[in-house]
């Protein structure tokens, strides 16, 4: 009988990011438009889409093995989990998103001291009453369904929001306060799943893929030729993961560099490896880079 890892994918915003990420470590998932099973090419692994607000709670109590959501979903619902991996990406940026306090723009509410009896509108509930609680503040703290942003002034004094760039709090007239918490995306697991043998072991090598997809993007291999006599100023030159490797050619005279460098770079240090020396210079694309 072919054992079976329950797998959560986040629904919603981060769903074609977490399936885009899949496909770059080498598992491809297919979305079906009113399935909430998304088909996987692993027969071994069985998925779930799920909101990643709700992705720890399912996993903390088994009824998941493991699934990916965010540290706020994972401490706003003081969940039990093993966190296998941080994996930073998300919907716009690889950058981490961030919980602020956003009030209007004239409001007179600077600090957290000045929440004292004021109305908080947030998602994260249980995140935002424990922050107040840690600076011995009592406000009304409300969930909201959504459209958090139009609320202040007239339904909240305040609201507790995600944003990435901020550029939804500053087109609804809203002004950054302070951050509540930064918060990246975690692979995590059931305590009973990660230590059964098997499931680990399934764990490790997804998040294994996952990590070197995640580290490829934005880097290029580089492979080129070069003259032993040049070879000191086109090293020079190399901005490399690690030392570049350097292979001997039928011509003593002659060696082969391979490294690996920032896609950005390359405009840049192409025309000056030729200047020193180099030839025979290719770019080639990276899938994956395993340490």
Excluded at 175 to 181: G, K, P, T
Aim: glycine letters at 6%; one cysteine or more.
């Amino acid at each position: 009988m072919t054992q079976i890892l329950k797998l959560g994918i986040p629904a919603g915003s981060l769903q074609e990011a977490t399936g885009e990420l899949f496909r770059k470590a080498g598992y491809k998932i297919t979305f079906g438009s009113r399935s909430y099973y998304p088909g996987i090419d692993d027969p071994e692994i069985q998925c779930t889409l799920l909101r990643a607000q709700e992705m720890a709670r399912y996993v903390q109590d088994g009824s998941l093995d493991c699934g990916l959501t965010g540290l706020d979903w994972i401490r706003e619902n003081d969940a039990d989990v093993h966190e296998v991996a941080e994996l930073i990406f998300s919907k716009v940026s690889r950058r981490p998103v961030r919980w602020v306090l956003a009030v209007p723009n004239d409001s007179p509410i600077q600090g957290v001291q000045d929440l004292q009896g004021k109305r908080i509108a947030t998602e994260v509930v249980n995140l935002t009453r424990r922050w107040l609680e840690s600076h011995g503040v009592t406000a009304q703290v409300e969930f909201s369904w959504g459209a958090t942003e139009v609320k202040p002034p007239r339904l909240a004094d305040a609201i507790v929001e995600v944003t990435e760039t901020g550029s939804s709090l500053k087109a609804n007239n809203l002004r950054i306060v302070c951050d509540l918490l930064q918060s990246t995306t975690r692979f995590i697991a059931c305590h009973a799943a990660y230590a059964d043998p098997w499931k680990r072991a399934k764990i490790d090598d997804i998040v294994l893929m996952i990590q070197g997809a995640l580290a490829a993007e934005g880097k290029v291999g580089l492979m080129l030729n070069a003259r032993r006599a040049d070879l000191s100023a086109v090293l020079a030159l190399l901005p490399a993961l690690q030392n570049p490797t350097i292979s001997a050619l039928s011509d003593p005279e002659w060696v082969a560099v391979n490294t690996i460098i920032d896609e950005s770079t390359v405009r840049h240090i192409v025309p000056r490896l030729k200047q020193a020396g180099a030839r025979g210079i290719v770019e080639y694309p990276l899938s994956k880079i395993i340490d």
